[in-house]
Every structure is written in structure tokens, then in C-alpha cells.
């Protein structure tokens, strides 16, 4: 390690909205690894009660794209080194074809949600911490038009949040491409290996991600001072 970089996250404060499934639950764990203090939101209380019995990991149930329910978290845990969001879903279907409602309800679950978060949690940092937000690689505008533009939305704004919340601050943003976690739990394993088999053959590397693969990308951004304003792709080459 060159003298004077210290890369590390021992006894951080870590934020992981979402951290009680697929990437948010191994980043937990991995921070937790890493000797930071883990603090963990979901919304469901029995994933929140399980990770605190499995991993001894501490968690809240609220519903983070609610206001007033986040100032108030924040107001009781005070501020972070780290802030991380999983907030976002997913889409099927075009511009045309999808109801409005439909389409205006994944962009807002993506970017109004981060926006929002993003500007409550700014002010909860500690001097040289960051926010992630998470993204996403793959899909086509003709069929996951919504979550698409939320995409594109998010990449947009960690690079306003970069420069704004600079030299103090830092904002970036991890994009996977299709990986089996709990966003899939309303597939059965048929439909599960199907779309597996999709992702594989468009992916170049030829597979899914590891849930491993894409957690370790927030930790190497939380852990890295110099990054800013970026958006790390952990997609296997998928839009190449
Ligand atoms: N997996 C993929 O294929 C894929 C691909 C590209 C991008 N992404 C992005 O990755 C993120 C989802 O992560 P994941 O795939 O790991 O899904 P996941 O396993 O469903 O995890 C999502 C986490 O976020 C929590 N959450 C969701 N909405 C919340 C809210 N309003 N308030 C508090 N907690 C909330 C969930 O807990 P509760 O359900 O209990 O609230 C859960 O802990 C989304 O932003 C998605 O767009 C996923």
C-alpha cells in the first residue's frame, strides 16, 4: 500500500438501502467483513429479522422512497461515511405498447426515488464519503422502455452529484446487467433458467454475474477516494 492512501473501510458507517437482498445482502456482508459498521433498510421486517440472525448484521424496515419516513431514519442514526442505494426495479415492454402509468412508475422508482434519497442523504455524510446509487446495463428502449430511461437518468445524475457534492463528497454508481436475485422471486425456476439462458447468450463473457462480482464493484468505489461522478459496469460486456 503506498504510504499515506489508506483504502479501507474499518469502522465506517455504511448505509446500504436494499441491503437485505441479492447485491445490497453481499455488500452488507462484505463491508461487515471489511470491519465497517453495517447498517442495513428493507422493507420487508422477516428478510430484515434474518440478516440480523444469519449475519449479526443491524437493519431498519421502512420504505425508503418515503420521505418522511427517511429524514426520520437519518435523524435517529445521524450521518454515514457511505451511502448505498438499491432502490429501482425492472420493466418489460416498449414505448408504445406499456401504459404510461406503467412506464412513469419505473422511472420514478429509479430516478425520482435516488433523487430524492440522494438529496436527504447528502446532507447525512461525513467529510469524504460517498452515495451509490445502482444503475443497470442490458435491455433494449423497445422492450424495458422505463427502466431503461431510469438507467440513463441515474448515469445523468452521479455526474451532477459528482461535482456538485465535490470536494467533500463523493457520488458514482454501479450498472449490472440481468442477475438472478431476489428482484426474480416471482419467477419460477423454469422461467429463471430460461432467462439465464438468454443473458448467456448475449453476454461476451458468456455467463451471469456472480451477486459477488457485482457487490465487490460498490466496495472497491466506496473504498477508493480519488473516483467521482462515475458508472462501473459489472455487466459481462453485455451492451459492447
Ligand atoms: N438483478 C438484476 O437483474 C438487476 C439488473 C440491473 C439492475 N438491477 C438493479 O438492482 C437493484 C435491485 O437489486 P437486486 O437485484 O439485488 O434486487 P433484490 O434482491 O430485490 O434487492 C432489492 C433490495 O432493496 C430493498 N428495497 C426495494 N425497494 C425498497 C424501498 N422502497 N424501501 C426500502 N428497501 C427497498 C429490498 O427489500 P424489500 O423488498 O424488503 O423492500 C431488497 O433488500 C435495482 O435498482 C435494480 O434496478 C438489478
Do not use: C
Amino acid at each position: 500500500m503506498i504510504e499515506g492512501i489508506i483504502m479501507t473501510l474499518e469502522n465506517d458507517k455504511v448505509l446500504i438501502i436494499g441491503g437485505t437482498s441479492g447485491f445490497g445482502k453481499e455488500i452488507a456482508i462484505m463491508a461487515q467483513h471489511k470491519d465497517a459498521d453495517v447498517y442495513v433498510i428493507g422493507r420487508d421486517q422477516d428478510r430484515v429479522n434474518e440478516l440480523r440472525y444469519e449475519e449479526n448484521i443491524q437493519g431498519s424496515s421502512l420504505d425508503a422512497q418515503d420521505k418522511d419516513q427517511l429524514n426520520h431514519y437519518f435523524k435517529k442514526y445521524g450521518s454515514f461515511d457511505h451511502v448505498i442505494s438499491m432502490l429501482g426495479g425492472a420493466m418489460a415492454g416498449g414505448f408504445l405498447n406499456s401504459p404510461v402509468e406503467e412506464i412513469r412508475e419505473a422511472f420514478d422508482a429509479k430516478f425520482f426515488a435516488n433523487l430524492q434519497l440522494a438529496q436527504i442523504a447528502s446532507k447525512h455524510l461525513n467529510k469524504n464519503g460517498s452515495i451509490i446509487l445502482t444503475s443497470g446495463s442490458g435491455g433494449h428502449p423497445y422492450d424495458a422502455s422505463g427502466a431503461i430511461i431510469g438507467n440513463q437518468a441515474i448515469n445523468t445524475m452521479v455526474a451532477g452529484l459528482a461535482v456538485e457534492m465535490a470536494p467533500d463528497f463523493r457520488a458514482n454508481a454501479v450498472s449490472p446487467t440481468w442477475t438472478p436475485t431476489g428482484l426474480w422471486r416471482d419467477m419460477n425456476s423454469k422461467q429463471l433458467a430460461k432467462q439465464t439462458v438468454d443473458v448467456e447468450e448475449n453476454v461476451p463473457l458468456g455467463r451471469v454475474a456472480k451477486i459477488e462480482e457485482v457487490a465487490s464493484a460498490y466496495i472497491y468505489l466506496m473504498e477508493n477516494d480519488f473516483i467521482t461522478g462515475q458508472v462501473l459496469k459489472v455487466d459481462g460486456g453485455v451492451d459492447l
